[in-house]
Every structure is written in structure tokens, then in C-alpha cells.
């Protein structure tokens, strides 16, 4: 009886392990296919776009899950930062931003949700140079000279940027109020158009990200004036910046950044910040970060909520400047 009975609950035992194994194999799968969505609010291919796809490779490693990078596009940024802010508060919904960030709430008619109290800044990545270039039909060889050539024609000379309120515009509006000098602003629809009546010589100026015309400067198609920010950029080493060429107030650049909806607990951002500093410490990011000439900040959180408010009181101040405005 006994022997029976011992056969019998041996043999139940294999059958419940048998049909238990699917079940946890399915759960096992489940677990493991969890994801970290990273919300790009920007187009696929843009410079954002590629240092968080980046990123996204490391990011998997350190955090134990896969991280899908989703590009949420619309409205500037709008729309997938929306859903950013929105998102659950456990840290497996994060965002990479740009400087676009900050010139919405100015620029839109409507945002909807606050740019500082709606998200945790957790760190700056890096900031994106930009370079003054001009057609080399533009008789001017150096920053000095393109002043007192705006000078002496005021409001002949025309800038272009990637559209109105972008931060290729609101560097161009800086400029003008450094130097003192009236130019015309026309707005194209993304840096491809502008970068291609900047090679024609259909707009005479630009501020452009350098990796973007790096190749047309040193084929001599367009002139390197100066760099935006307060250091040479490593890619364009012999260019001077606006501030050493006579305008030492003069820094912009657009950057790029780690957010996550706001309420974030202290351990996941540090765990987050953690894990942004271990991913810009290898080569593959550092490889990356330097073919697009970023120059890295990988900033803690204190400092990237600093950061963002004083940038938005900045762009908030040139866009009003500008005049630029969005429905």
C-alpha cells in the first residue's frame, strides 16, 4: 500500500513539475522581457536620437533589463516629453532631452506640463557646440570684421537657423545682442535645408552643430567665424571662440540630458545617475559622444536641476528677445 502510494505521488510530483515548467518559463520570459523605455521627443537620426541609442546598449547592462529607445515625436518635443511626465515613477520610464526643453514653454502658445516642477533632471549629459560659419562670399575673415561688416550694413546681412525659436536661432539672437549689430533671421525647416542655402549662399550666416558642417569647412565650402561655447571644440581645434574673438559674455550651446517624470525616488535617480556614469565611462559611449563633438558634462542630479532652471530663465529671456512665437 505504502509502495503504491509513494509511486503515486512520485509520479503526481513529475507530472505537476511538467506542467509547471511552462508556467514558469512563461513567467521567466516576462521578468526578463521587461523594459526600460527611453522617450527620445525628437526625429531618429537626430544627434539625440543617436548618443541615447548609445547610451541605451550600456544603460541595458548596468540596469539588468533590455532599454527600447522610443522616438515620440511632435510639436518641438512636446509630445513625447508629455508622456514622459506621465509615466509611473519607478524608473523604467526615462527621457533624453535637448535644449528644446527649455525654449518650449516660451516659444509654444500652450505646453502642457511645467518644465521644471513635472520632471526629475537626474544629468546632463553633454553640450553640443555650435560654429558661426559664413558663405565665403561674406568678405569677412574673422569675427571682428563680420562685426563692423553688420555695422555698416545694418540689416542687410541676413542668419539663418534650423526654425523659429530653435536653439540655432536663439544662438544667432545672443550674437546679435552681444555684438550689437541688426541682421535678418530666416527660419528653415530643419539644419538639412539650412546647411544647403548656407553652401549655396542663399542665407550668408549660420549658427550649425560643427559635426553637421565640419566637412564643408575644411573643404572650404563654408567659413569657420567662431565656435558658440566657451571652450574650442575638439573638432574644429583652430577655430576661436565668439568669446577669445572680442564678445566675453558670449557662451551658448545646446545640450543634451537624462530626465524622468517628476517624484522619482532619491535611490532610483542615484541608481540612474550611477548607471549614466559607469555608461559614459566606456569607450563605445566615449567614441560616440566624440563623433557627433559633444563635449561631456555627466553632471549629478543637485547640479542638472540647477542647471535646467537657470537655463530656462536664460532661453526664456531670448526668445522673448526674438520674438519668436508657436501655435
Not at 283 to 296: C, N, P
Amino acid at each position: 500500500m505504502n509502495k503504491f502510494f509513494n509511486r503515486r505521488r512520485l509520479v503526481g510530483a513529475i507530472v505537476g513539475t511538467m506542467l509547471a515548467a511552462p508556467l514558469l518559463t512563461a513567467s521567466a520570459q516576462v521578468m526578463g522581457e521587461k523594459s526600460v523605455r527611453l522617450i527620445v521627443p525628437l526625429t531618429a537620426g537626430s544627434t539625440v536620437d543617436a548618443i541615447a541609442r548609445v547610451m541605451a546598449n550600456q544603460y541595458a547592462k548596468s540596469m539588468g533589463h533590455p532599454v527600447v529607445v522610443e522616438n515620440l515625436v511632435g510639436a518641438g518635443g512636446l509630445t513625447g516629453t508629455a508622456q514622459l511626465v506621465r509615466a509611473p515613477k519607478d524608473g523604467m520610464t526615462i527621457g533624453m532631452v535637448s535644449s528644446n526643453h527649455v525654449i518650449n514653454p516660451s516659444i509654444y502658445k500652450s505646453v502642457p506640463f511645467d518644465a521644471i516642477k513635472d520632471i526629475t533632471p537626474i544629468s546632463v549629459i553633454g553640450t553640443v557646440p555650435l560654429v558661426l560659419v559664413t558663405h565665403p562670399s561674406v568678405p569677412a575673415k574673422d569675427l571682428k570684421e563680420l562685426i563692423a561688416l553688420a555695422k555698416e550694413k545694418p540689416g542687410e546681412l541676413n542668419y539663418g537657423s534650423a526654425g523659429n525659436g530653435s536653439s540655432l536661432h536663439l544662438a544667432g539672437e545672443l550674437f546679435k545682442s552681444e555684438a550689437g549689430v541688426d541682421l535678418r533671421h530666416i527660419p528653415y525647416r530643419g539644419t538639412g535645408p539650412l546647411t544647403n542655402d548656407l553652401l549655396g549662399g542663399q542665407v550668408q550666416m549660420g549658427f550649425v552643430s560643427v559635426t553637421a558642417v565640419a566637412p564643408h569647412i575644411k573643404a572650404g565650402k563654408l567659413r569657420a567665424i567662431a565656435v558658440s561655447t566657451s571652450k574650442r571644440s575638439t573638432v574644429l581645434p583652430d577655430v576661436p571662440t565668439v568669446a577669445e574673438q572680442g564678445l566675453p559674455n558670449y557662451s551658448f550651446d545646446a545640450w543634451i540630458a537624462l530626465i524622468g517624470p517628476a517624484g522619482l525616488p532619491a535611490a532610483t535617480v542615484n541608481k540612474l545617475y550611477g548607471d549614466t556614469k559607469t555608461a559614459l565611462g566606456t569607450k563605445e559611449v566615449q567614441d560616440s559622444l566624440a563623433a557627433q563633438g559633444i563635449m561631456v558634462i555627466g553632471s549629478a542630479p543637485e547640479s542638472a536641476a540647477q542647471f535646467f532652471k537657470t537655463e530656462l530663465e536664460k532661453h526664456t529671456r531670448l526668445v522673448k528677445q526674438s520674438g519668436a512665437r508657436l501655435e
